[in-house]
């Protein structure tokens, strides 16, 4: 089942902070974050395992509750270059270890 | 420059005419996959691979074939196209499973079917 993300759309001033949320409704294995540009690819920015290691994006941040099944993307002091969609894709467990389960997507807007 | 690599990167084409979108990496990935991506829709898993001649269903496979010939090459088949599979496709790999590596994407294929 499709992780939901919330909100749908954001648009903040640069500098501000914003949170963007993926619950699911299933235990989670590991939480993925991507941002994609308009027209471009999606672009890996974290990891989030069970237990709580984490790889990727040294200025985002990234929590993972697993008992509330969801995680949250830190973007602090955005920049004009943050605008994008953002995704998260979620593993249930190790042994689907060949799909992810991604969500809708968030929209991020940032004005000068 | 390790990349992930496809073509065409624009496809107008008609109802029912065969078409092959390819896909290389050149990172040595065992894992593989074709999305499709719709508005609103986010990203949806047509196919996947996790190694040579290994390759299984995503959530989307009706009216697609793949082949996994070689660990480089991932191509998508529309046998016979209809214009709900008017979408922007997607070519990911990652090292091993996408659980817990990074996926690397192609540029994307912006198909039309008329």
């Known amino acids: 089942q499709q992780p939901v993300q919330s909100p749908q759309a954001v648009i903040l001033r640069e500098g501000e902070d914003a949170v963007i949320n993926c619950s699911s409704s299933?235990?989670?294995?590991?939480v993925h974050w991507y941002r994609q540009k308009h027209g471009e690819a999606p672009v890996f920015l974290m990891i989030?395992?069970?237990g709580g290691e984490q790889k990727g994006h040294e200025k985002i941040s990234a929590s993972f509750n697993e008992k509330k099944q969801q995680s949250s993307l830190y973007l602090t002091a955005s920049q004009l270059s943050y605008s994008g969609t953002y995704f998260c894709?979620?593993?249930?467990?190790?042994?689907?270890?060949?799909?992810?389960?991604w969500g809708a997507g968030t929209k991020l807007i940032i004005k000068p | 420059e390790a990349q992930v690599t496809q073509n065409p990167r624009y496809l107008i084409t008609v109802t029912g005419k065969k078409l092959t979108v390819t896909c290389s990496q050149n990172?040595?990935?065992?894992?593989m996959s074709w999305y499709r991506q719709d508005p609103g829709l986010g990203l949806r898993q047509i196919y996947y691979?996790?190694?040579?001649?290994?390759?299984d269903k995503g959530d989307v496979p009706e009216g697609y074939k793949v082949s996994r010939k070689e660990k480089r090459n991932f191509p998508l088949i529309l046998e016979s196209p209809s214009p709900n599979q008017t979408s922007l496709y997607f070519c990911?790999?990652?090292?091993?499973?996408?659980?817990?590596?990074?996926?690397?994407f192609g540029p994307g294929t912006r198909l039309t079917v008329l």
């Open positions: 990911a790999s990652s090292l091993f499973g996408p659980s817990t590596d990074t996926q690397y």
């Open positions: 990172m040595n990935h065992e894992y």
């Open positions: 691979s996790m190694n040579v001649e290994v390759t």
């Open positions: 299933k235990a989670l294995y590991s």
């Open positions: 989030l395992l069970k």
């Open positions: 894709g979620t593993a249930p467990d190790m042994d689907s270890n060949y799909q992810l389960i």
